[in-house]
């Protein structure tokens, strides 16, 4: 009886362990040509393509996921878990961005400052807490010995003698060399005018802002996009005794005071007046208010502690999934140079996976 219980036990381990075996056995395939067109040609291993020509890659093998990095910048497979660069290795580094100034009076200005006089926010866009609210106020403007990193930039008149009035967008880059190794939070501070009550208070937009990081004997940036600088809203109109007790519609209030989106830490997904707009990061703005529609805006976005030679990893394309076919893909190239286009491949289940990549040399010329 013993003997056969062994023997059970074993058959049954041995089901068991065939029938891992067998649940993950479709081992990832591959193949990769490209579609030989007048100015391209391949070799097997190098594309050779004029720039703007359309680049058509033949697919084999149907992995049930697929991406493609073409080797441009921000899009390199052996940058993907990149999240760092070491300060040596940095020739420059600069924080670029192009503001958009529009409608009435208002001011705005970058300021920086190390985590040795600021040591981070103590609330969150998700926090209600007013004491963490007050906390942080005190701390922002009055605490905390900020830098200029840019002049102030001021609409519609009233500009000092070390501010910079503006009317149009306009594009700037501020040299990071300075803080490179060291922890600093960058943060936005913006200003109504005192003429609410008859003139509107501007908008301000900021586009396409990111630190780059040029490398040594590299020839495209390491790029740290504003999306991971962890920026919080302060809106320090909840320090003002009049937004907070009025009601309706009232120029003390405004409908700034009753907007769902208008928190002590709040951002809008809308035209909310006089509070930062953060849907899409490539284009965030804290939005106008009209005149007579609420007391002077003094709100600030502050970003987590950060290192300036941080980066954010280089992405690629998702071309499928499990779901879908796909036997060609076209990709173009537009800037002349050398490129590494990699396709990832990869099968997968909750036993395993089988993954293979295929590289190849793409030559653009002029």
Known sequence: MKLNKILVVAGIVGLVFCSCENEFKNDVELGVNVAVEDGISFDGQTVTVKKGTPVTFQLSGDPDFLSFYSGEAGHEYRYKDRVMVASDDIKSS????????????GSIQLLVANSDAFPGLNGSSSSTSRSMYMQDSVLVTETTQ?????KRFVMGGG??????AVSKETAYEIDMTPYLGQRIAIAIRYEGHDDWATTAQSKFTFKNMQIENQILDVDQPAVFAAESFGFTALNLLYCDPDFLSGTGNSAVGGRRRTAVANKPYGTATNNTEGVWNVKDWAA????SSGANQGPKISSWLISNLMVVNACTPDSGTQLKNISQSLDSYTHTYTEAGTYTATFVATNANHTGESRVTREYTVVVTE
Request: proline share 7%.
């Open 94 to 105: 600069v924080l670029k961005f192009s503001l958009l100034p529009q409608y009435g009076k």
């Open 146 to 150: 900020w830098q200029p990193l840019s």
């Open 159 to 164: 500009a000092g003698a070390d501010d910079e």
């Open 284 to 287: 965030f703005f804290i939005h």
